[in-house]
């Protein structure tokens, strides 16, 4: 499954069938640590430069909809 960005894949394959940005193994979650933790955009992708500002904002995205009950659109292929 893929969000609408295409950034945000679930593979029951990947981390558990967990949220992860682009099949890398980067859970969403993690994203949502370093954000939590106080992080900037800009020091998560100077940290970990396979990572890009849509990526992070693709986790933001997936967290709203999640919590708000808003489906998330899925994408076959």
Avoid: Y
Avoid at 13 to 18: D, M, Q, R, S, Y
Avoid at 20 to 33: A, H, K, N, S, T
Avoid at 51 to 73: P, W
Wanted: charged share 25%.
């Amino acid at each position: 499954m893929n969000n609408s960005s295409g950034r945000i894949t679930i593979d029951p394959t990947i981390c558990h069938g967990k949220p992860v940005i682009r099949g890398m193994r980067w859970p969403v979650e993690v994203i949502l640590d370093m954000l939590s933790a106080g992080m900037s955009t800009e020091e998560i992708i100077s940290d970990h430069p396979e990572l890009e500002k849509e990526d992070i904002q693709a986790a933001l995205n997936f967290a709203r909809l999640s919590v708000s009950g808003e489906t998330i659109q899925q994408e076959n292929g």
